[in-house]
């Protein structure tokens, strides 16, 4: 290694490659160290989190980077696939949230009213408000009080805020058939400014409603007195300006577009787009869009009605749009299947973009089978990436990217498949179960028999049955699971599947979009349930 | 589906209907015919879906969805037996048989499960079965050209006796008539299946349809009156004739067109005489008293 001080010699190379030749030799050096040092920081970060959390799943969302180095990373499955997994949980709540009891609306008594039956529940955007829909076509809103300083945990009360009669009972003479005023959906529409909106339909007409406020009212008019009698011409001296006094809290609705006539059979959903000027209503057999300004035209977007009705084997269920693209819509139908649409691709949306659809397991198939893979309900997630359906027995999660199977399934009772025909007999196998979404798309949420309603936590892998009842309705009360014996021995405090009440079932539900609050639908009583503060 | 030939297994909990085991006594007769509990079973959820088909409740527009699912189990237990071979054995000792007016086991087997299901709550069908309704509509909501159909379902004395059972079937056209407790009794011009019905029980007026032909899978209905019908019954029955409630052309399809194994043919139009009858309740009212009074010279009553 001589230095380049003896030039007179040929074969020495040029003392500044030498020199460059070292320098590169100690910066390779260095770098190998350096990543050295990387790895063995990301590892020791790995290791740490890893005990910190305990062995239950690790999150999915890749943890630690890819590393280049000598040893290959460490194999707690960083990258757990999604598809079901057995889900391993101490059977607590979903993930470390405990739910309790905030209030419960609705009569006491167990006499119930028919026309009290809630048939719909929804939170706005906000969540600030809570809609009811019953059967007798009223809408009851509910608005939750702003925190109190005192208790900050505790998460406002939600009071009556409006109640309105949405929609009468009508009779069809063409058919000599009564149209029922239940209420089948409500919507909210984004707010937009200080009023509020929001779609209810009944079986055959939807309507857009204003609720706004009014806290102020102008007094001093000229010509009238306070009460509305006219004021004596002869005794006015002199001119005033009528000035704005403040008021009680006035709630008003008014109804402010009726979308009526567009639909042959019965109204099964609707769906604000996210352009907020559209929406779609479907019927058991089309799907029509519509304009919120425009309540005297519709253009029909998807139509399987066969042109010979005897060969009608397959209906709609369900349809949403996406939260996110104004052009994309999905619809369910009574086959199992869903199909995604894209309005762009032509007017007539017929032809599905994309078809999720799960082959049936063929050992399990029954009589019963095409009745149970109906889906009752397709949910977007709020990001828009994926989508729940509700059949009877379970609820399945779809990767919108991925058509062939779904993500994840969670069995909601498969305790009753053995019972089938028996809930075919009392048509209990018909009810149309509805499923949520929490506000991140980590849990979702449906009901079962027996006021139980179940939750899925997608993330931790854990379920949790809780049940809606007047004896867990104590202020504050945690809820405890509930869980139904589906062998021989039957353990304290679990239920033998022969002893659950299927008149009492929870078909509505809705979860805050913001908060751990949820409103749970039982026959005629509205429970809220909210996250136990610490 | 099952592969043919394989026999499922009596505790399949997929399809034990809630009392099979109590099916013993009335049906043992039955039984023996069919060796196969499964037939059994699945004769029994035939049975059960088609009352409920039939039974919709009229003031309110019926539940298109659930219709539909219903008619694709029976489509589908049809199409089962259509492989079995066990549907052309019904229909071959149908028409063969003269049908006694007995109620079929199956129906017995029915209430039977209802009476045994009593814990949950009784489906309104089944209930019908019980409390003997006299008649009711049910207008397949436009998908089925179908339209009124009478189900009567009374309470009647059990009278079920064994030649009934393959007889009773609910699938043959007249066999459905005999689902409907007493033995069914069609038109001359229907095919041979004439079945006299002796001591009609209850009140029934299934309405008849036209069964052309012996391969026509569901059959029709005829009007019986065994005793002059409550007035409301009819009023009811006619009121809810509505050509425009379904597809007329539907209706009208059905009532021409050729005979097809379709579970829709199960519920058909209002009667055989022609297209016409829908049009205007008076001329069904006319056919009927008209099909009432050869029933009532066939039956000998």
Redesign the interface.
């Given at each position: 290694m001589g230095g380049g001080e003896n030039t007179g010699c040929p074969i020495q190379p040029d003392p500044l490659v030498i020199r460059f030749l070292r320098t590169f030799k100690e910066v390779l050096k260095f770098v190998l160290f350096s990543y050295t040092v990387l790895f063995g920081a990301l590892l020791l970060a790995r290791w740490t989190t890893y005990f910190m959390v305990g062995k239950t799943a690790l999150p999915t969302r890749g943890s630690t980077a890819r590393v280049r180095g000598p040893s290959p990373s460490p194999s707690p499955s960083p990258l757990q696939t999604l598809p079901e997994s057995a889900h391993h949980g101490t059977g607590g709540g979903s993930s470390e949230v405990q739910w309790c009891f905030s209030q419960v609306k609705g009569a006491i008594d167990d006499d119930v009213a028919e026309a009290d039956i809630i048939s719909t529940v929804e939170f706005n955007d906000s969540g600030e408000l809570l809609a009811t829909g019953d059967k007798g076509g009223r809408v009851v809103i509910f608005q939750q009080e702003p925190e109190s300083k005192t208790q900050p945990q505790c998460r406002g009360e939600y009071n009556v805020y409006s109640t309105f009669q949405s929609h009468e009972p009508e009779f069809d003479s063409l058919k000599s058939l009564e149209i029922e005023e239940k209420i089948n959906k409500i919507r909210w529409l984004p707010q937009k400014n200080a009023a509020q909106f929001l779609l209810s339909t009944n079986d055959k007409t939807v309507k857009l409603w204003k609720i706004s406020e009014r806290d102020k009212r102008p007094e001093g008019y000229n010509l009238k007195e306070e009460d509305g009698r006219c004021r004596d011409f002869n005794a006015i001296t002199a001119l005033r300006v009528p000035v704005f006094r403040p008021m009680d809290l006035m709630v008003e609705a008014s109804p402010r577009r009726v979308f009526s006539n567009a639909h042959t059979y019965l109204i099964n959903s609707i769906s604000v787009n996210s352009d907020c000027e559209t929406y779609l209503s479907a019927d058991d057999l089309r799907v029509n869009l519509w304009n919120l300004e425009i309540n005297d035209r519709s253009f029909n977007i998807v139509d399987i009605k066969p042109a010979n009705m005897e060969e009608l084997t397959e209906v709609i269920t369900a349809a949403e749009f996406h939260p996110n693209q104004c052009n994309t819509f999905v619809y369910s139908s009574s086959k199992g299947t869903v199909r995604l649409c894209d309005m762009r691709a032509s007017a007539l949306c017929d032809n599905h973009a994309k078809l999720f659809e799960e082959p049936e397991d063929p050992n399990s198939r029954s009589f019963f089978s095409e009745i149970i893979s109906s889906i009752s309900d397709v949910k977007f997630s709020h990001s828009g990436r994926y989508m729940m359906t509700r059949d009877y027995l379970s609820v399945k999660i779809w990767d919108l990217n991925m058509e062939a199977r779904p993500v994840e399934t969670y069995q909601v009772h498969e305790y009753l498949r053995s019972k089938l025909c028996s809930l075919y007999e009392n048509d209990c196998i018909f009810d149309k179960f509805e499923c949520c979404w929490n506000g991140n798309d980590s849990v979702v949420m449906t009901g079962s028999y027996n006021n139980f309603f179940r939750m899925f936590d997608r993330g931790y892998r854990q379920d949790v049955t809780l049940e809606a009842s007047r004896e867990n309705s104590k202020p504050r009360a945690v809820l405890k699971p509930r869980k139904v014996s589906t062998g021989g021995k039957r353990k304290k405090d679990e239920i033998t599947v022969d002893s659950l009440d299927f008149s009492k079932k929870i078909i509505h539900t809705a979860w805050h979009p913001l908060d751990n609050i949820i409103a749970v639908a039982t026959t005629n009583n509205l429970y809220i349930f909210q996250e136990k503060g610490n | 589906?099952f592969p043919k030939g394989t026999k499922r297994k009596f505790s399949d909990?997929?399809?034990?209907?809630?009392s099979s085991g109590d099916h013993a006594p009335p049906s043992s007769a039955v039984a023996r015919t069919l060796s196969s509990s499964y037939s059994l079973q699945?004769q029994s959820?035939l049975d059960?879906s088609l009352i409920?088909l039939q039974l919709c409740h009229?003031?309110?527009?019926p539940?298109?969805?659930?219709s539909?699912?219903i008619?694709?189990?029976v489509r589908?237990?049809q199409e089962e037996m259509t492989q079995d071979g066990t549907w052309q054995i019904m229909t071959q000792a149908l028409a063969a048989a003269q049908c006694p007016p007995d109620r079929l086991v199956a129906t017995e087997v029915l209430c039977r499960?209802?009476d045994a299901?009593a814990?949950?709550?009784?489906?309104?069908s089944?209930a019908g079965l019980e409390e003997g309704y006299s008649s009711e509509e049910v207008v397949m909501?436009?998908?089925?050209?179908t339209e009124v159909t009478m189900s009567t379902l009374s309470a009647a004395p059990p009278q079920l006796s064994s030649a009934s059972y393959l007889a009773g079937p609910f699938v043959m056209g007249p066999c459905w008539q005999e689902e409907e407790e007493d033995g069914e009794c069609e038109e001359d011009e229907e095919d041979s299946e004439e079945c006299v019905s002796e001591g009609e029980e209850g009140d029934q007026d299934p309405l008849s349809a036209d069964s052309r032909t012996g391969e026509q899978v569901f059959g029709t209905f005829e009007i019986k009156h065994p005793a002059p019908p409550p007035d409301p019954v009819l009023d009811e029955l006619f009121?809810?004739v509505?050509p425009?409630?379904?597809?007329l052309d539907?209706v009208l399809?059905?009532m021409q067109s050729a005979p097809k194994m379709?579970p829709?043919d199960l519920l058909e139009s209002l009667s055989s005489h022609g297209p016409t009858a829908l049009s205007s309740s008076a001329s069904c009212r006319s056919d009927l008293n008209e099909l009432d009074h050869i029933m009532e010279i066939i039956v000998g009553s």
């Open positions: - | 589906m909990p997929g399809e034990e209907p809630a699945r959820l059960m409920k009229m003031l309110v527009e539940n298109l969805c659930r539909v699912l008619a694709n189990t589908q237990i499960q209802a299901a814990q949950s709550p009784k489906p309104p089944v909501e436009g998908d089925v050209e009121s809810d509505d425009s409630y379904y597809d539907t399809t059905g379709g829709y």
